[in-house]
């Protein structure tokens, strides 16, 4: 079996992935090092977790240790789809750079472009970018990307997934045609495939096997969903989440709730929240810093429930998950790999728990093809307790007086998303606890009292307005 000290790494590099516990490289390591190190494109084919951010940052601190970097022209590059992947790649260079003279910086959004300027003017040997951030700084002349020697392109499919290959192709050409390009994807779409052909240069191609997609150690289940009503379903899915992480108990020490969208990340944080359990929410629209602390929150167990989408969560190395809860089956059966192996890490038992609506059974059966294997059906853990007459997300609802309570108050209904609320017009607001305005008592000690309290009605409510409705449809 290879070890590092067989890949012709510079002997300080090789201290520091010693020093970081590393005894063997992961096959995407033992493949990819030696074509970098001497010299040649790479393509890796590979996935996060597989251990490619070391294959590409190994290499490139051994040839960058030579030789020093002028003002405004770094000398390697390496491009990520998000901040957060930015951020990690930047980590890792700190790690196995530490014994080496190098100098880096980080351009992602969110970060005042005055930072960014003084460094880039000093000079520096790695420059860890988000595409849309590098050209910001190009087109304010502050870059000159003529020097650069390496450049990386990490999780291509998501920079496509993103829009981002516009501009991949526009840094592609500002940069010198004799660089030398380290390309990773997990999948090669026919416009990655394109875009390989076109800026790579005779590359070693080094495909890994997919990561364990159900591994053993990852109970997973699925709970088949139809809402009562059209209109109430998204309500009583956010209250099926909710039976579910009840019904993990203490087996539950923190995990990630996946939504399909931003806007529902964004209602289902602040649903949770309501209901006192410890969420908060994490994508691609909030800025910067409160990322960073939601994220270093979650790492660090100050924070239990993650709500995120695949983008923001994607490559994320958060290394002990217990559940993962998919609120949405994604649309993209390989997401589903990625969401549920963020749990069961390094043979840790976890759960994958996952609702399906009726419009997402074809996404469900995609996955359960991508994954050669049925995901069992687990039992809807409401099912038998919900009252009939109150199937929406809050039992303690104040029965609702059909016309009016949906016509007259519906704005004190919602679960109100500011800055980064509902944009589309599939996002609507939606029903979460229906009476808030005058009701201190916090939910749960509502959904127990099922005393009806209808809002906005005076003090003198005629008592017919307070009595529940039979569901007629259910008997
Ligand atoms: P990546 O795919 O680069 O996101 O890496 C996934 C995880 O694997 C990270 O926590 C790395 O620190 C870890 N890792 C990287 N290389 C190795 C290795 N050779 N042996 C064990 N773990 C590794």
Do not use: W
Request: charged share 30%; aromatic share 4%; hydrophobic share 35%.
């Amino acid at each position: 079996m290879t070890k590092f000290s067989d890949l012709n790494l510079n002997p300080k590099v090789l201290k520091a992935v010693e020093e970081a516990g590393y005894e063997t490289p992961t096959p995407i390591q033992a493949g990819a090092i030696p074509p970098a190190l001497e010299g040649r494109d790479v393509l890796g084919i590979a996935q996060t977790g597989t251990g490619k951010t070391a294959s590409f940052t190994l290499p490139m601190i051994t040839a960058l240790a030579r030789g020093r970097a002028r003002a405004r022209m770094p000398r390697s590059l390496v491009l990520c789809p998000t901040r957060e992947l930015a951020a990690q790649v930047a980590e890792n260079f700190d790690i196995y750079a530490k014994n080496v003279k190098l100098t880096k910086a980080l351009l992602i959004g969110g970060v005042s472009f005055k930072e960014q300027d003084m460094l880039i003017d000093k000079g520096v040997d790695v420059l860890i970018a988000t595409p849309g951030r590098l050209l910001d700084h190009f087109e304010r002349g502050k870059l000159i990307l003529s020097d650069v020697k390496i450049m990386v392109v990490d999780e291509a499919d998501r920079m496509l997934d993103m829009g981002f290959i516009p501009d991949i192709e526009r840094i592609f050409g500002l940069t010198p045609f004799t660089r030398q390009t380290l390309f990773f994807s997990a999948t090669m779409a026919p416009e990655i495939e394109r875009i390989t052909n076109t800026f790579l240069s005779a590359p070693a191609r080094i495909e890994v096997a997919r990561q364990a997609t159900t591994g053993e150690n990852i109970t997973q289940g699925v709970v088949m969903f139809k809402g009562s009503r059209k209109d109430r379903e998204a309500s009583e899915k956010r209250r099926l989440l909710r039976a579910l992480i009840d019904a993990e108990g203490d087996k539950l020490t923190n995990g990630i709730v996946f939504c399909n969208r931003k806007t529902d990340v964004d209602i289902v944080a602040k649903s949770l929240k309501k209901y006192d359990y410890d969420a908060a929410p994490i994508h691609g629209d909030l800025d910067q810093s409160q990322r960073t602390r939601t994220l270093d929150a979650f790492r660090n167990g100050e924070l239990k429930i993650l709500v995120a989408s695949d983008v923001a969560a994607r490559g994320l190395d958060v290394p002990s998950v217990s559940h993962v809860f998919n609120f949405d089956v994604p649309s993209h059966a390989e997401d589903y790999v990625h969401r549920i192996g963020r749990t069961g890490r390094a043979g840790r038992d976890g759960a994958a728990m996952m609702i399906c609506v009726p419009r997402d059974e074809k996404n469900l059966a995609d996955i359960e093809r991508l994954v050669q294997k049925e995901i069992p059906r687990i039992e809807n853990p409401l099912k038998d307790t919900a009252p009939k007459a109150a199937e929406s997300e809050d039992e303690a609802a104040p029965a609702p007086s059909r016309s009016r309570s949906r016509r007259s108050s519906p704005k004190s209904d919602e679960v109100s998303v500011k800055k980064d609320g509902p944009k589309r017009d599939g996002d609507k607001k939606e029903s979460d606890k229906p009476s808030r305005s005058s009701n201190s008592k916090p939910p749960r000690e509502r959904r127990a009292d099922r005393g009806p309290e209808v809002v906005g009605m005076g003090d003198h409510m005629p008592s017919f307005i307070a009595l529940s409705f039979e569901d007629r449809r259910a008997s």
